[in-house]
């Protein structure tokens, strides 16, 4: 089977730095991928992670560890737009994606 | 590009009444995807095509049958609903592996 493990939620201050972790047991893993979904809203694609490493897309960084089975979305400088819940899903063999419980960020003033 | 569109956007149906969700997108992509996400919950994958003219079943495929119906368009039938049903229904396409998400059908079933 497959698990993905998140915090249901996390709060932060506008302006500061927010990670997310994720942490995932599986089979046949080709990646991690971050989606971020408003409330009502769909998902939408953040980032990918094939190899170890960062990737950065403007204020949002995700990194991968796949000897560890971990992988984190970090936020920075962040905006009250970035109230949302941040889903990790690992990618398996076809592109099917697996989805984590999903982390809910509250941004405050 | 219009992207991944879904319809109907709301739906409420009776125990044991039918209906069809209808997904279509215009991006050229190969795979199609239904999930279900429950409140407060991540999404499960229902079906899924890897192409035209293929579907096979993802992890909660019980009371759903799909339709690959060409390279755009992927249906998702519920042939008896049931209160369990009652979830907010969403279709994805993808090209390489990068998923692109409908904007969902809220259906409750009463």
């Known amino acids: 089977g497959q698990s993905l493990e998140q915090p249901s939620e996390v709060t932060a201050v506008e302006g500061a730095i927010v990670q997310i972790n994720c942490t995932y047991q599986?089979?046949?893993?080709?990646?991690l991928s971050w989606y971020q979904q408003h409330d009502g809203g769909a998902p939408t694609f953040l980032s990918y992670?094939?190899?170890?490493g960062l990737e950065e897309t403007g204020r949002f960084s995700s990194f991968l560890s796949r000897s560890d089975s971990y992988g984190y979305l970090l936020l920075q400088e962040l905006q009250m737009k970035d109230s949302a819940s941040y889903f990790c899903a690992v990618r398996n063999a076809g592109n099917m994606l697996t989805f984590g419980g999903g982390t809910r960020l509250m941004v405050k003033p | 590009n219009a992207g991944v569109t879904q319809t109907p956007k709301f739906q409420v149906l009776k125990t044991g009444q039918s209906m069809t969700l209808q997904c279509a997108q215009d991006m050229n992509h190969n795979s199609m995807y239904w999930y279900r996400q429950d409140p407060g919950m991540g999404l499960r994958l229902i079906y899924y095509s890897a192409s035209e003219g293929t579907t096979d079943k993802g992890e909660v495929p019980n009371g759903y049958n799909v339709s690959r119906l060409n390279k755009r368009e992927f249906s998702l039938r519920l042939e008896s609903a049931a209160p369990s049903q009652t979830s907010v229904y969403f279709c994805?396409?993808?090209?390489?592996?990068?998923?692109?998400f409908g904007p969902g059908t809220r259906l409750t079933v009463t």
């Open positions: 994805a396409s993808s090209l390489q592996g990068d998923q692109y």
């Open positions: 599986t089979s046949g893993f080709y990646g």
């Open positions: 992670n094939a190899l170890d």
